[in-house]
């Protein structure tokens, strides 16, 4: 029922996730963009366009995603990651920035902001904790990767406070998973 191809969708004159790596070309603290994909044929556009905007690609397994991130991690030699969906082109690079400047100074394995509108927050990720994941988990589709780090209680999690109560919308849906979803994105964009 979700929208196909939906990293495809033009939103003005470029694609979803074109307006995603240019916004992440804005966190100017990051050392590598990297997009991790699978080894689908299906992801070659994605690919090409990861190619064309001069960003890092991985690919990887196609259902595990915890596996693909922690391989990608390794492979650009990373010990932390700002972990961003391609399809949240409004992710708030403010608090990425934020989160990331935690994530280096403290011990959490997980940091998220979810009193953010849905689809502006992203998570910072201490690469060890993915391979303690690898570790414990019994199946291999691991697309809901954040229950790992939640309901085993083998990590430290920290929820950023949002301080700013005019940031807090947190039934709000920026992201897009559905036509409606874009036709919504599209509106904001052209307004903006």
Same mark, same amino acid.
């Given at each position: 029922k979700r929208l196909p191809n939906k #990293? $495809? =969708?033009? *939103?003005?004159?470029?694609? !979803?996730l074109e307006h995603s790596i240019d916004?992440?070309?804005? @966190?100017?603290?990051? =050392?590598? *963009?990297?997009?991790?994909t699978s080894k689908l044929k299906q992801d070659d556009k994605?690919?090409? @366009?990861?190619?064309?905007k001069k960003i890092d690609v991985y690919r990887g397994h196609q259902?595990? !995603?915890?596996e693909r *991130? %922690?391989?990608?991690?390794?492979?650009?030699? #990373?010990?932390?990651?700002?972990?961003?969906?391609?399809?949240?082109?409004?992710?708030? @690079?403010?608090?990425?920035?934020? *989160?990331?400047?935690?994530? @280096? =100074?403290?011990?959490?394995? $997980?940091?998220?902001?979810?009193?953010?509108? %849905?689809?502006t927050f992203c998570y910072g990720i201490k690469v060890s904790s993915l391979k303690k994941i690898l570790e414990i988990k019994a199946i291999r589709e691991s697309t809901n990767w954040e229950r790992y780090f939640t309901e085993t209680g083998l990590f430290n999690v920290h929820d950023l406070?949002? =301080?700013?109560?005019?940031h807090r919308w947190s039934r709000l849906r920026l992201t897009l998973d559905y036509l409606e979803d874009l036709r919504f994105l599209r509106l904001i964009f052209k307004k903006l």
């Open positions: #990293l $495809l =969708k033009k *939103i003005g004159k470029k694609s !979803v916004r992440a070309k804005k @966190i100017k603290i990051i =050392k590598n *963009i990297i997009l991790c994605i690919t090409q @366009i990861a190619k064309k259902i595990d !995603v915890v *991130i %922690y391989y990608a991690s390794l492979n650009y030699e #990373l010990s932390h990651i700002l972990y961003i969906t391609a399809d949240n082109p409004f992710f708030d @690079i403010f608090y990425a920035k934020k *989160i990331l400047k935690k994530l @280096i =100074k403290n011990n959490f394995d $997980l940091i998220r902001a979810f009193n953010l509108p %849905y689809g406070k949002i =301080k700013n109560k005019n």
